[in-house]
Nanobody, 116 residues
Framework: QVQLVESGGGLVQAGGSLRLSCAAS????????MGWYRQAPGKQRELVAN???????DYADSVKGRFTISRDNAKNTLYLQMNSLRPEDTAVYYC??????????WGQGTQVTVSS
């Protein structure tokens, strides 16, 4: 079992920055990758960024150059630094852990609202 608790969401003006954190606990073995997803009202959940055990990162095209995903293994914490935020980044952001077996764990989500 893996438990995930997100924090750091909030309201910010366009052009501003936020940093999301995801504290993970439980069995952290056999992890394939960790990532951030988001879901805006009326839209499907989409991948924002993920980081693999070897350190490789992937980003959605819409956030490349603006968002940075990182992981502190000592603290079992995943981060998402979001800069140059846009109104279209408004969504609930979810932390995800995917095991080698492809089983997924999800956090409860944190709201990010970007005002124009």
């Amino acid at each position: 079992q893996v438990q995930l608790v997100e924090s750091g969401g909030g309201l910010v003006q366009a052009g501003g920055s936020l940093r999301l954190s995801c504290a993970a606990s439980g069995s952290m073995f056999s992890i394939n990758d960790m990532g951030w997803y988001r879901q805006a009202p009326g839209k499907q959940r989409e991948l924002v960024a993920n980081i693999f055990s070897g350190g490789r990162t992937d980003y959605a095209d819409s956030v490349k150059g603006r968002f940075t995903i990182s992981r502190d293994n000592a603290k079992n914490t995943l981060y998402l630094q979001m800069n140059s935020l846009r109104p279209e980044d408004t969504a609930v952001y979810y932390c995800n852990v995917r095991l080698i077996s492809l089983y997924n764990y999800w956090g409860q989500g944190t709201q990010v609202t970007v005002s124009s």
